[in-house]
């Protein structure tokens, strides 16, 4: 986790994503261009992947998530309304600013998880991560013991054509205890 992100590193990163990503709702994009184009507002802005319980924030979706495309949560209320988002950012442009972006491929992209600034984040990805590797070693382990199970049946067929009556015995026994590990 970093405790400080630069101005211009927020509106880099703001400038990439406005051209990379198609947003679901077209007015978000010129909050986003407004954002960018105002460094007190900037140096206000914060990224999260939670939603605080104080102070502004606003979520954005790109086409490619399954999120809604714009909701603006101030003062215990929520809005999808971009312009009601906007003037209130006009109006107060000094008060702390959360963002939260869903698009494609955020949890592998560096520059975005470089600017979120939350340690709780950090330990959820990180405990996300470790249950995917448990995951993926179950799958693996299994496709592996699959695929060594239809090796030794390919072995036991060919005993079998060769009348290898000691070689089949034990290649029956190793089918077993493979079995046995499903």
């Known amino acids: 986790m970093r405790n400080w992100v630069s101005s211009a590193e927020k509106s880099n990163f703001l400038k ?3 051209d990379q990503h198609q947003l679901k709702h077209k007015d978000a994009r010129m909050l986003l261009e407004y954002i960018c184009k105002n460094h007190h507002i900037l140096e206000n802005l914060t990224f999260t ?7 502004r924030t606003f979520i954005i979706s790109s086409m490619h998530s399954d999120k809604p ?6 003062n215990k209320r929520k809005t999808e309304d971009v312009s009601k988002a906007l003037g209130d950012l006009m109006s107060n442009p000094s008060d702390k600013v959360f963002l939260k972006l869903h698009f494609y491929g955020k949890q592998s992209n560096h520059r975005y998880l470089q600017l979120v600034e939350s340690q ?17 070693n179950i799958i693996l ?34 089918l077993q205890e493979l079995k046995s590990m499903q």
Not at 49 to 55: A, H, I, L, R, T
Not at 120 to 136: A, G, L, P, R
Not at 141 to 170: H, M, S, T, Y
């Open 120 to 136: 709780i984040n950090s330990f959820v990805q990180h405990k996300q991560f470790k249950e995917y590797e448990k995951e993926t």
């Open 69 to 74: 495309g714009f909701i603006y949560y101030y």
């Open 141 to 174: 382990e299994k496709a592996l013991l699959d695929q060594e199970i239809e090796k030794v049946r390919n072995q036991i067929d060919e005993a079998l054509d060769q009348g290898d009556k000691p070689l089949f015995n034990q290649l029956v026994e190793r």
């Open 16 to 18: 990439w994503f406005i």
């Open 49 to 55: 992947e939670s939603v605080p319980s104080k102070g």
